[in-house]
């Protein structure tokens, strides 16, 4: 069964720092991985996108990362900002053109002041 | 560019009233449209897709329906709804790219059942 595993549920930091969610996997076969940014209330948008053949990806200050042989991916946050409070979403993909996306349950954050 | 709206934004409903929410899609022809349900503390749930006019997929048995009158309109409806129909309703499109497939999603309806 296809399935994707995010931690930890919730994260409180302070503004300023930097953070790194975690996404474990056991989707097969594995076309790409994306991480989504949900606000409160809105749909998902999307952050980075990574195929098997690439370990990072980078879009300002959010950077993925993913180990096709473990399985695992990861996105770090740097420097942190009130506006990256939201649920963080990782997303695998099963095979080019397949319609069934396995979503996680996302990862809460919450940047304070 | 391509834009997705959904209507309404929220919605309140008494049980075993009627619905219908609306996605329609602009900048794009013929796209694959998909209807997904979020529900609080959980995974967003694949409810419908489409690949094209009058084409509809059902992921999950429900009493939930989709129709695709047009290539650029996805309608999500119910004749009778369920206190369990509430959630958080996204509309999504897919395109293809070099690096695969990305789904970009609606700003969402938020239905609530009473």
């Known amino acids: 069964k296809n399935q994707v595993e995010q931690s930890p549920q919730s994260l409180i930091i302070l503004e300023g720092k930097n953070c790194t969610l975690q996404?474990?996997?056991?989707?097969?076969?594995?076309?790409?991985l994306r991480w989504y940014k949900q606000d409160t209330g809105r749909g998902p948008v999307s952050l980075t996108i990574?195929?098997?053949?690439?370990n990072t990806k980078s879009n300002g200050r959010y950077t993925a990362t993913l180990d096709a042989d473990t399985k695992q991916s990861s996105l770090h946050i740097t420097a942190s900002q009130l506006s990256d409070s939201a649920s963080y979403i990782c997303?695998?993909?099963?095979?080019?053109?397949?319609?069934?996306?396995?979503f996680g349950t996302g990862t809460r954050l919450t940047i304070i002041p | 560019s391509q834009t997705i709206h959904q209507w309404p934004a929220t919605l309140v409903q008494p049980v075993g009233s009627p619905l219908s929410l609306e996605c329609t899609v602009e900048?794009?022809?013929?796209?694959?449209l998909y209807w997904y349900r979020q529900a609080a503390g959980r995974g967003l749930q694949l409810l419908f897709y489409?690949?094209?006019?009058?084409?509809i997929s059902s992921e999950v048995p429900q009493n939930l329906s989709a129709s695709r009158p047009q290539d650029r309109q996805f309608i999500l409806s119910s004749k009778k709804l369920l206190l369990s129909d509430s959630g958080f309703y996204l509309c999504?499109?897919?395109?293809?790219?070099?690096?695969?497939?990305?789904?970009?999603f609606g700003p969402g309806t938020r239905l609530l059942v009473l």
């Open positions: 990574m195929t098997f053949s690439e």
């Open positions: 900048g794009t022809s013929n796209p694959n």
């Open positions: 489409s690949v094209g006019i009058g084409q």
């Open positions: 999504a499109w897919r395109e293809f790219g070099l690096v695969g497939e990305t789904q970009y």
């Open positions: 996404c474990n996997y056991t989707v097969s076969p594995f076309s790409n």
């Open positions: 997303v695998v993909s099963a095979g080019f053109g397949n319609e069934k996306l396995t």
